[in-house]
């Protein structure tokens, strides 16, 4: 599976921003979904999840409340709709897969994915 997000950008305190990720290969309700990210220096870490039941989501507790994970199978894309952007949001984001249907709670585990973007950058100025 290849999958190339898109939609990152420099954005003010306080902006919005959504990004998208799209499959090329397979039918994306095939797979639990996930977006994480990683600031220079920091490591990944996880920002949302989607599993393949519709509304059946998981996210971090620093982007819940202003982060939204959601999926439209038809165009074979999952979105990151971000609002209320912080400084600490400032990195680069990666969407990731994996076939079949994990387990929620499990899916904040990097190691859970099978299939990663290539990553976009997201930049919030102060």
């Known amino acids: 599976v290849q999958l190339q997000a898109s939609g990152g950008g420099l954005v003010q305190v306080g902006g919005s921003l959504k990004l998208s990720c799209t499959t090329s290969?397979?039918?994306?309700?095939?797979?639990?979904l996930g977006w994480f990210r990683q600031a220079p220096g920091k490591e990944r870490e996880f920002v949302a999840a989607?599993?393949?039941?519709?509304?059946?989501?998981s996210y971090a507790n620093s982007v819940k409340g202003r982060f939204t994970i959601s999926r439209d199978n038809a165009k074979n894309t999952v979105y990151l709709q971000m609002n209320s952007l912080k400084p600490e949001d400032t990195a680069i984001y990666y969407c990731?897969?994996?076939?079949?249907?994990?387990?929620?709670?499990?899916?904040?585990?990097?190691?859970?994915?099978?299939?990663w973007g290539q990553g976009t950058q997201v930049t919030v100025s102060s």
């Open positions: 990731a897969a994996v076939s079949g249907s994990p387990i929620l709670s499990t899916m904040w585990a990097a190691d859970k994915y099978y299939y």
């Open positions: 989607s599993r393949r039941s519709a509304g059946s989501t």
């Open positions: 290969s397979r039918t994306i309700s095939d797979y639990a």
